[in-house]
């Protein structure tokens, strides 16, 4: 991995610590609640495997999950597509990709989530066009998102959706959620215990 990258990862890692054992004072809405660093290490998997080349990814923070999976698409010379709606988070994940040199394949919607999905689903170019979604914004919309998100799936594309086991708080609207993608034929998906609960869904004819 390049050294650059490295370091990025190694101290968004640090701060996403830091928060979770309370150790630094953040603010709610500033809070990083970044992907595990082995939900990071599966997702590069994940995309290198299917040598992925257009991602969308449904919030953003800082940039520790879009920074995973850019330095895995950087080397298809693909692009990313991330979502988010925090100013104060929308800076600093361009700072982090400016110090991770990963820019130029990312490209971040700023805005509410439902609005930018609405949008680029009415686009002609962005219907099966993307290899692979990652899904970790709010849950109270995720079957919304996951609807405007289908058709721009491409076949055998993947969908990721974090916390489906935690935090504990999630876990029964996320088992809703499983079940309903269950409900359609033209997916497949698993529960998989790594990191905080990742569902892992393919888009099949
Ligand atoms: C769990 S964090 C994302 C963590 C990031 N994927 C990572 O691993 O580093 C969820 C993010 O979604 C953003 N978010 C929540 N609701 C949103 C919405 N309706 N539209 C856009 N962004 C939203 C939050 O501001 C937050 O930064």
């Given at each position: 991995m390049k050294e650059s990258i490295q370091i990025v990862l190694n101290e968004l890692e640090t701060q996403s610590n830091l928060e979770k054992s309370r150790k630094v004072d953040v603010t709610a809405e500033d809070r990083m609640l970044a992907i595990t660093k082995e939900t990071g290490e599966m997702l590069n998997m994940i995309l290198r495997l299917n040598n992925v080349k257009n991602m969308l990814e449904i919030g953003t923070s800082t940039g520790y999950s879009?920074?995973?999976c850019a330095e895995a698409i950087s080397e298809n010379l693909g692009e990313i597509i991330t979502i988010e709606q925090n100013p104060n988070k929308i800076k600093r994940a361009k700072e982090n990709?400016?110090?991770a040199k990963l820019s130029d394949g990312i490209s971040i919607?700023?805005?509410l989530a439902i609005e930018i999905l609405s949008e680029l689903n009415t686009q002609k170019k962005y219907q099966g066009f993307f290899d692979f979604v990652l899904i970790d914004a709010d849950k109270e919309n995720i079957v919304q998102y996951f609807d405007l998100i289908f058709p721009?799936?491409?076949i055998n594309g993947i969908i990721v959706t974090d916390n489906m086991l935690y935090p504990e708080k999630y876990r029964e609207d996320m088992k809703k959620f499983s079940n309903y993608l269950k409900t359609n034929p033209r997916l497949r998906t698993v529960t998989?215990?790594?990191?905080?609960g990742?569902?892992?869904t393919i888009k099949i004819k």
């Open positions: 879009t920074i995973w990709f400016e110090k919607k700023e805005g721009m799936v491409s998989s215990p790594i990191g905080n990742e569902e892992i």
